[in-house]
């Protein structure tokens, strides 16, 4: 490690959870109920299967380059020019990238505290400084544990190149309404780049105030959103993401774009996603239909829900929390511990199907009791 740079020294590797490849060949995946890791239990479109098999016969060939045909669809459906979009191996890919473009050492970085993990390490892998604000307190009446979008503008100094916040925001289900995003805009100089995680954006109620930043873009060129298909399009195997921006940006990160990163049978299969809006609706539906069911049962036991606009809940369960995540597992039920984000009292639970929710509702009665 002494031969990495000073950057990647600092560095933790991403962690992703329990090691559920091992626990599905040791229990069988009929036996687990997987709610750690935000994925979208309605799967993909057919129409997405469907043209990743008519690409089965094209796998010899390198994949479109620039991926025009995904990006003029991402261009229709978000009323932007092509020109205006960058395509990314997952939308992680393009936070990471957003780092290294946008930010280096001596450079300051600013974020909520519980803000996508991914932020930190984007941060540290250019070598740029972490600031850290903190989130509005546990106790707040309007949004515990969300961005306080005053402080962090604040926190904007003559070295900050990037500001990275996330609407709803990962692990904590918050959110913010486009003015209170307007605002922060005209507090922060137009050198610093915003960048808007929005992975989550389609899962948000429509009357819930958490409308998506797409219209401040034409007003605010130092804006740039990301985009995924790995949670409302059920596509997170796939890894596809995007971001959405000013022509220039775009053009500047496109650089340090990985040749081919994004391969050809997930080119094909996010259009064909995209031209199933019913789909779609259908999973962000059942998803919201579902959220607010396992919120009230959550609650019924006792335990603290915060609010949530996503496909998961964060839950306070208390000092027992690690004893009980472990009893979880152990049922098979698989949760997202938070210790690693400062939250060692939660679990994140991903809102699963019907059944899902019901045999964990059934596995924490037992370990509850
Ligand atoms: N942003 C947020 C807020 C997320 O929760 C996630 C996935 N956990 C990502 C970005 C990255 O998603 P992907 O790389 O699959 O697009």
Redesign the pocket.
Known sequence: ASRASAGVQRLRAYDPGHDLVAMRKRLGEANLVELG??ENPYGPSPAARDAIVAQLQALHRYPDPLGADLKRALAAKHGVDIAQILLGN????L?MQLGQVFAGPGDEVVCSRYG?A?FALATQAAGATLRMVDALPGDDATMPLGHDLDAIAKAVSARTKLVFL?NP??PTGTWFGRQALATFLAQVPDEVIVVM?E??AEMADADADAASALPLLGAHPNLLL?R????AYGL?GL?V?YLIGAPGLVAVMERLRESFNVNGPALAACEAALGDEEHLHMACARNAEQRAALAAQLGQRGLRVYPSQTNFLLVEFGPRTARIEADLVARGVVLRPMGGYGLPHCLRITVGTVDENRRLLAALDEVLA
């Open positions: 890791s935000n997952g939308s992680h890919e936070l996508f991914v996330a925001n990962n995680d992975a989550y990301t995924t298909f790995s949670k997170a890894r993401g």
